[in-house]
């Protein structure tokens, strides 16, 4: 029995309980799925035989991405580390999408026939077709835009009917300014203005898209404190992953 030593996004890693080789193991091409992972066996990269494998991080997504891009940090790796903060936001953002036209009104409602599963399963697809294009800023302004025209299905009925629009009424463009200003809470209002001045986007699209830029450990630095917008954003729209959504409604 090894407890994990090590894990991202893309990896974990354990020594062998046989030969003591710390194995480094990719989740999905060495182990078939990309966990979490409670407790399971894994086949030694070195010597071949089973073992058991635990104590897995349970943190969403997005933040084994910032993990990662500390350590990059660390290393003076600022081109990737800003790569590994832009992907994050890139996920948070989606994972917004989904918490708000899916998973909450899936969850709220107590039971859960068959029917309303396959419901569930359908509209999840319908949203993949609709965010399919979406990369960093569309994926922001929906959001922004989602916010501002109240839109927060409650039920799955309702979600069908509010996952059109975000193609439809071109939630991933731009948002009007004044649509913004208008907003009447003032907490939620500020952290729109704030997430339409992120530096992140740009200037990961430098350093992926454009002659692999190299940011100054400055601009890295910046990148990194805007991470705590991404928390406050997260506690003021409830947004949650799949498998928290689960966990809060797990009693039916």
């Known amino acids: 029995m090894a407890r994990i030593q090590h894990y991202d996004y893309e990896t974990v890693s354990a020594v062998c309980d046989h030969c003591g ?40 997504p997005f933040e084994l991405l910032m993990f990662a891009a500390d350590e990059l940090y660390a290393e003076k790796r600022y081109m990737w580390c800003v790569a590994h903060l832009g992907q994050a936001w890139e996920i948070f953002l989606r994972t917004f999408v989904y918490s708000n036209y899916l998973f909450r009104p899936f969850y709220t409602n107590g039971h859960h026939p068959i029917l ?22 569309p994926l922001r302004n929906v959001l922004i835009n989602t916010v501002v025209n109240e839109v927060h299905p409650q039920t799955l009925g309702e979600s069908e009917r509010a996952i059109p629009r975000i193609n439809g009424e071109g939630f991933g463009n731009d948002p009007k300014p004044e649509a913004i200003c208008a907003f009447p809470d003032d907490r939620v209002r500020d952290l729109l203005l704030r997430l339409q001045q992120l530096h992140v986007g740009r200037l990961r699209n430098k350093v992926v898209h454009q002659k692999a830029y190299r ?37 039916f």
């Open 21 to 60: 080789k710390l194995c480094i193991f990719n989740r999905v091409s060495d182990i078939g799925d990309p966990g979490r992972y409670s407790g399971r066996y894994v086949e030694c990269l070195e010597c071949g035989e089973s073992f058991w494998i635990y104590g897995d991080i349970i943190n969403p």
């Open 116 to 137: 309303e599963l396959e419901r569930f399963n359908l509209l999840s697809s319908q949203l993949d077709k609709a965010l399919e294009k979406h990369t960093f800023f």
């Open 215 to 251: 940011p100054l450990r400055e601009e890295a630095d910046r990148c990194r404190e805007e991470m705590g917008l991404m928390y406050e954003v997260k506690q003021a729209l409830d947004v949650g992953t799949l498998d928290l959504w689960q966990a809060r409604y797990s009693e």
